[in-house]
């Protein structure tokens, strides 16, 4: 039986999540999974014991310059007895039924092992990954920019500055809504330090949030989970604040995703990445096409069909709607791995098209590779 968790479920569903994540107790006080907000939790229950789990998390992506609602998948665990039974299809129909009832028009998750997930219609699209660097590799050239530690009170510019940068990329979170309902008090406490940079008074034009760690020597480490700015001088006086930790932590760990343009301002190409998460992408509704913003220079009206259907994609203006149409049966073909991939412009037409996810005619091609040309970036982990 496929039903929501309820309040009485709580010690099956943390021995069951226990089993498949290992013991992690959060901190503070406990809080039942059921009571906590932005999520919808659905379980498999056999002879009255949970078996299964998926967590829903309600969150907003920024593709195209506009916010998609995204169903952010967590939490997926099937008992060790019951893996390949069939559970995880009508785990996933049910919760995913019920976010596109909220308005999602897209979902994304971190997959452990992607083939399982892509037979649900999940292909990976990027990867959060961490990435070590020898500190004093951060100490880069370029005008002085001032500096300052971040204050409760710098925490809606800070937020502002995120926002600007994730606006101009595919797939950041919004860090908006209900899953996300940090005060600004615990964002500033979350970490050892925010800087920020203030060309004029008043004015942030970046930030970077960072957690000392323990120790120093070779073993110690300094955690960055935010490295954003504006302008090339203001991220290099970040990159230089950073460096300043080099004689007590030899490397720093930052975390990131694709080719971030801090990278490039680097000296060297010293770098690995210790750690990556893959970012699986579904869509959800044909819908999610027109949610997105695209260039508006580009002006179109390209026929596909997916799961069976005709549509048309109409776009004049930056903006586009799309509707069910008779198309030729040559047309443009595309698989649900297909759709995730051009929706993220994580693969060009000719990507999909040697992976199997897109048949059919070619003429629209270039068209397609143009809408969506923009890096795709992730920061948050769920």
């Known amino acids: 039986m496929i039903r929501h968790l309820a309040r009485d479920d709580e010690e099956q569903a943390t021995r069951l999540w226990s089993e498949a994540f290992g013991e992690d107790p959060p901190p503070g006080p406990p809080v039942n999974p059921v009571d906590r907000p932005g999520r919808r939790i659905h379980v498999a229950e056999l002879?009255?014991?949970?078996?299964?789990?998926?967590?829903?998390?309600?969150?907003?992506?920024?593709?195209?310059?506009?916010?998609?609602?995204?169903?952010g998948i967590a939490g997926v665990t099937v008992a060790v007895e019951q893996r390949g039974a069939g559970l995880l299809r009508p785990l996933f129909d049910a919760c995913l039924t019920e976010a596109r009832e909220r308005g999602a028009l897209v979902s994304t998750m971190f997959p452990t092992a992607?083939?399982?997930?892509?037979?649900?219609?999940?292909?990976?699209?990027g990867s959060l990954d961490d990435l070590e660097v020898p500190t004093a590799e951060l100490d880069v050239a370029g005008d002085a920019v001032p500096l300052r530690r971040a204050t409760v009170d710098d925490v809606p510019a800070i937020r502002a500055v995120h926002a600007r940068w994730a606006a101009q990329q595919h797939g950041p979170l919004t860090r908006t809504g209900p899953s996300f309902p940090a005060t600004d008090a615990e964002l500033v406490n979350e970490f050892s330090g925010i800087t920020v940079t203030e060309p004029a008074p008043g004015h942030v034009s970046g930030y970077v949030s960072w957690k000392r760690g323990t120790g120093y020597g070779e073993s110690a480490r300094l955690r960055v989970a935010d490295l954003i700015a504006d302008?090339?001088?203001s991220l290099a006086a970040l990159l230089r604040s950073l460096a300043g930790h080099a004689s007590v932590a030899p490397f720093t760990v930052i975390r990131t995703s694709g080719l971030e343009p801090w990278r490039l301002l680097l000296r060297s190409n010293a770098g690995r990445v210790v750690h990556r998460d893959p970012y699986g992408l579904a869509v959800l509704d044909v819908a999610a096409l027109a949610a997105v913003g695209y260039p508006t220079a580009i002006?179109?009206?390209l026929p596909f069909r997916w799961r069976g259907a005709g549509h048309v994609l109409t776009v004049s203006g930056g903006s586009a709607h799309v509707a069910p149409a008779t198309v030729p049966d040559d047309a443009r073909t595309v698989t649900d791995a297909g759709l995730a991939m051009a929706f993220a412009g994580a693969q060009s037409s000719a990507g999909q098209r040697l992976l199997g996810h897109l048949t059919g005619s070619g003429a629209d091609d270039a068209t397609w590779d143009a809408l969506v040309s923009r890096p795709f970036h992730v920061r948050d982990y769920f």
Not at 114 to 125: F, K, P
């Open 47 to 71: 002879d009255g014991r949970l078996v299964g789990s998926v967590i829903d998390r309600e969150y907003d992506s920024w593709f195209g310059g506009r916010q998609v609602p995204t169903a």
């Open 299 to 301: 002006e179109a009206e």
């Open 114 to 125: 992607a083939g399982i997930y892509r037979r649900l219609g999940y292909e990976v699209v």
């Open 231 to 233: 302008d090339r001088h």
